[in-house]
């Protein structure tokens, strides 16, 4: 009850502080992806290149969160950014990597070959392939990518609030640091019922993106 | 027209160079279907995808109705070559329409032209516009979207299509069909046709030509009936079956061997005019009674007409069947078969007995083909050790 009683009460904070995580995430997985599908599609023209950017955004992930942000309180600070806002979306942007490089990179080779060819063989160029063949059928797979990226980093966010980024990790570590049952409990429940909630919001975007021919593929798979 | 001038790939392998095509030479009349056959590995798919630079040559040289493609743009190369796979390979992110017309969009057709292009593919291939347009292909079954499949590689209106294995994934029953339909189509389209296949009775039903493949190398070019009668060597034999002068029946029509004398008799004859007449022709078992309108109403046996008395009206048998001019042998043969007889009347369009098909004159004709051969190859010999 007390702790009803507090987020209730704390109700302007609680959404200012969501909003400013999703905008974190937000913001950083978007670059992601903007960065994250061309170098997935790029690295399928040559295998050696795929497994050395693969393995190099695997290693990134394998680095915890708080230390990545260690690292980087030096480096930004000579722009004057050691702590806050860009550290946490940097930070954010690589560890998103891995799962938007590999599900597209995964989603553009596993394009069923017999229609490559027959793409080849009607005359598209490799552009054209692309364009009207491999990525509208590699969507789903590449949407799901996302989707494990924004999870994967809705959790992660919660630390950043330790270099003053904001967003929901500022109730945890307030509550740390103060002994507050409260706020700890209701700032953990808050990073879990975001996560799901915007999970299920992006599968509702995936299922819209997916071809509409493929849809039936796409619920047995 | 499609001209093959010394066309050679060597695949490089960890094992080494392999020849997967050795220089293929041959010309396919513009027009015709020709079909390359042959055992798996054998070339025959290499050979075809170095038309549209799927496989990229080693070396040689492609000729579309006399134009060497060697410089040609790749891109607008394959657009003017149909081309269909034996997977399908429809979009499935778009619907038929947009399937069908992804062509003639590449080749920058406006919008009212290419829709109007999709609607006449559609009559075609017999499938119903409205009903299909708008659907995408899972929605289809095999047999269909392997329709649609040959409407995309028409879509452009192309001279040449090349086909690899196009029925291949298909049920038998709806392949007979789709191969017929083809057929149909192709009488009026007249296109130039390269056909993978690996089925020799699919290469005689629809090749006018037949290259037979055999490690890279192409043993054996002719049109059916000369690569059924004469196969060059063993493996071309082999590779034809045991049973190949019976597939020769399949491209034999009942109208190059059919007798226009036949002996009937009528209704109103007595049995012993029946008897008269089946020893005059020396008949074995019976004669063919027809009325006024020439058509074949029944047999007479010539056991009845010994025995009875009476009119042939009263004691016939049922005509067990007849067969048309335009049927091939095969067709004759099987009836044959199944009714236990050594002939057949033939009937003409409106029904009416125009001769008789016997199984000697099958034979006869057939070995007669086969006689040939044995002489050229004969002669052929003498030649050769002559000199």
Same mark, same amino acid.
């Given at each position: 009850m007390e702790l009803?009683? !507090?987020?209730?009460?704390?109700?302007?904070? =609680? /959404?200012?502080?969501? @909003?400013?995580? $999703?905008?974190?995430?937000?913001? *950083?997985?978007?670059?992601?992806?903007?960065?994250?599908?061309?170098?997935?599609?790029?690295i399928t023209k040559n295998e050696r290149v795929a497994q050395l950017v693969l393995y190099l955004a695997s290693i990134i992930v394998t680095i915890p969160s708080i230390a990545l942000f260690g690292i980087m309180i030096p480096v930004l600070s000579l722009i004057g950014h050691g702590i806050? !806002?860009?550290?946490?979306?940097?930070?954010? =942007? /690589?560890?998103?990597? @891995?799962?938007? $490089?590999?599900?597209?990179?995964? *989603?553009?080779?596993?394009?069923?070959?017999?229609?490559?060819?027959?793409?080849?063989?009607i005359g598209m160029s490799p552009n054209q392939r692309l364009r009207m063949v491999e990525i509208p059928l590699a969507v789903p797979v590449i949407m799901a990518g996302v989707r494990t990226a924004v999870v994967l980093n809705i959790g992660v966010m919660a630390i950043a609030a330790y270099i003053g980024a904001g967003g929901l990790g500022t109730f945890i570590s307030r509550g740390i640091s103060q002994s507050d049952p409260r706020q700890l409990i209701v700032g953990a429940v808050a990073v879990s019922l975001l996560a799901i909630v915007v999970d299920y919001t992006l599968l509702y975007v995936q299922k819209r993106l997916t071809p509409k021919g493929m849809e039936r593929a796409a619920e047995t798979a | 027209m499609i001209k093959l001038d010394n066309l050679t790939k060597v695949f490089d392998t960890p094992k080494g160079a392999v020849v997967a095509a050795d220089h293929i030479s041959m010309e396919v009349p513009r027009g015709e279907i020709c079909i390359l056959l042959g055992p798996s590995g054998c070339g025959k798919t290499t050979t075809l995808k170095m038309i549209n630079r799927i496989v990229q040559p080693t070396s040689g040289k492609v000729f579309i109705d006399g134009e060497d493609t060697t410089d040609m743009d790749t891109q607008s190369l394959r657009r003017n070559i149909g081309y269909v796979i034996q997977q399908i390979g429809l979009f499935p992110n778009m619907t038929i329409e947009e399937n069908i017309t992804v062509v003639p969009k590449l080749l920058g057709w406006d919008k009212a032209r290419y829709r109007e292009r999709a609607r006449e593919l559609m009559a075609m291939i017999a499938l119903e516009p409205d009903a299909f347009l708008k659907r995408y292909p899972n929605e289809l079954s095999g047999g269909q979207?392997?329709?649609?499949?040959?409407?995309?590689?028409?879509?452009?209106?192309?001279?040449?299509?090349?086909?690899?294995?196009p029925f291949g994934a298909i049920d038998p029953i709806n392949r007979a069909v789709i191969q017929d339909e083809f057929l149909?189509?192709?009488?009026?389209?007249k296109k130039t046709i390269m056909f993978v296949s690996h089925d020799i009775d699919e290469a005689i039903k629809m090749g006018d030509r037949i290259a037979v493949f055999r490690e890279g190398k192409l043993v054996q070019y002719s049109e059916p009936d000369d690569l059924?009668?004469?196969?060059?060597?063993?493996?071309?034999?082999?590779?034809?079956?045991?049973?190949?002068?019976?597939?020769r029946l399949n491209?034999?029509?009942?109208?190059?061997?059919?007798?226009?004398?036949?002996?009937?008799?009528?209704?109103?004859?007595?049995?012993?005019?029946?008897?008269?007449?089946?020893?005059?022709?020396?008949?074995?078992?019976?004669?063919?009674?027809?009325?006024?309108q020439r058509q074949p109403v029944g047999l007479i046996t010539r056991a009845v007409a010994r025995t009875t008395r009476g009119y042939c009206r009263d004691h016939f048998q049922n005509v067990p069947a007849t067969v048309g001019l335009d049927d091939d042998l095969r067709k004759v043969a099987s009836l044959m078969f199944a009714q236990d007889t050594t002939w057949l009347p033939c009937v003409d369009d409106e029904g009416r007995?125009?001769?008789?098909?016997?199984?000697?004159?099958?034979?006869?004709?057939?070995?007669?083909?086969?006689?040939?051969a044995e002489r050229t190859a004969q002669a052929a010999a003498e030649t050769t050790s002559k000199e």
């Amino acid at each position: 009850m007390e702790l009803i009683q !507090y987020a209730l009460d704390n109700l302007d904070l =609680l /959404l200012t502080r969501t @909003l400013e995580h $999703i905008s974190l995430v937000g913001v *950083a997985v978007g670059i992601a992806t903007l960065t994250g599908v061309p170098i997935g599609i790029a690295i399928t023209k040559n295998e050696r290149v795929a497994q050395l950017v693969l393995y190099l955004a695997s290693i990134i992930v394998t680095i915890p969160s708080i230390a990545l942000f260690g690292i980087m309180i030096p480096v930004l600070s000579l722009i004057g950014h050691g702590i806050g !806002y860009v550290p946490a979306v940097i930070a954010v =942007l /690589l560890y998103s990597q @891995l799962p938007i $490089i590999r599900n597209t990179y995964t *989603a553009i080779n596993n394009v069923n070959p017999a229609l490559r060819e027959a793409a080849r063989g009607i005359g598209m160029s490799p552009n054209q392939r692309l364009r009207m063949v491999e990525i509208p059928l590699a969507v789903p797979v590449i949407m799901a990518g996302v989707r494990t990226a924004v999870v994967l980093n809705i959790g992660v966010m919660a630390i950043a609030a330790y270099i003053g980024a904001g967003g929901l990790g500022t109730f945890i570590s307030r509550g740390i640091s103060q002994s507050d049952p409260r706020q700890l409990i209701v700032g953990a429940v808050a990073v879990s019922l975001l996560a799901i909630v915007v999970d299920y919001t992006l599968l509702y975007v995936q299922k819209r993106l997916t071809p509409k021919g493929m849809e039936r593929a796409a619920e047995t798979a | 027209m499609i001209k093959l001038d010394n066309l050679t790939k060597v695949f490089d392998t960890p094992k080494g160079a392999v020849v997967a095509a050795d220089h293929i030479s041959m010309e396919v009349p513009r027009g015709e279907i020709c079909i390359l056959l042959g055992p798996s590995g054998c070339g025959k798919t290499t050979t075809l995808k170095m038309i549209n630079r799927i496989v990229q040559p080693t070396s040689g040289k492609v000729f579309i109705d006399g134009e060497d493609t060697t410089d040609m743009d790749t891109q607008s190369l394959r657009r003017n070559i149909g081309y269909v796979i034996q997977q399908i390979g429809l979009f499935p992110n778009m619907t038929i329409e947009e399937n069908i017309t992804v062509v003639p969009k590449l080749l920058g057709w406006d919008k009212a032209r290419y829709r109007e292009r999709a609607r006449e593919l559609m009559a075609m291939i017999a499938l119903e516009p409205d009903a299909f347009l708008k659907r995408y292909p899972n929605e289809l079954s095999g047999g269909q979207q392997q329709r649609i499949g040959v409407a995309r590689a028409l879509a452009a209106d192309p001279p040449v299509m090349l086909m690899d294995e196009p029925f291949g994934a298909i049920d038998p029953i709806n392949r007979a069909v789709i191969q017929d339909e083809f057929l149909k189509m192709q009488q009026e389209l007249k296109k130039t046709i390269m056909f993978v296949s690996h089925d020799i009775d699919e290469a005689i039903k629809m090749g006018d030509r037949i290259a037979v493949f055999r490690e890279g190398k192409l043993v054996q070019y002719s049109e059916p009936d000369d690569l059924l009668a004469a196969p060059r060597n063993a493996f071309v034999e082999s590779f034809l079956g045991e049973d190949r002068a019976l597939k020769r029946l399949n491209l034999v029509k009942v109208n190059e061997i059919v007798s226009d004398e036949i002996g009937t008799v009528s209704p109103g004859d007595t049995l012993e005019q029946a008897l008269a007449r089946i020893d005059d022709f020396g008949y074995q078992n019976s004669i063919l009674m027809v009325n006024d309108q020439r058509q074949p109403v029944g047999l007479i046996t010539r056991a009845v007409a010994r025995t009875t008395r009476g009119y042939c009206r009263d004691h016939f048998q049922n005509v067990p069947a007849t067969v048309g001019l335009d049927d091939d042998l095969r067709k004759v043969a099987s009836l044959m078969f199944a009714q236990d007889t050594t002939w057949l009347p033939c009937v003409d369009d409106e029904g009416r007995v125009c001769g008789q098909i016997t199984q000697r004159a099958m034979t006869h004709h057939l070995g007669a083909r086969f006689r040939a051969a044995e002489r050229t190859a004969q002669a052929a010999a003498e030649t050769t050790s002559k000199e």
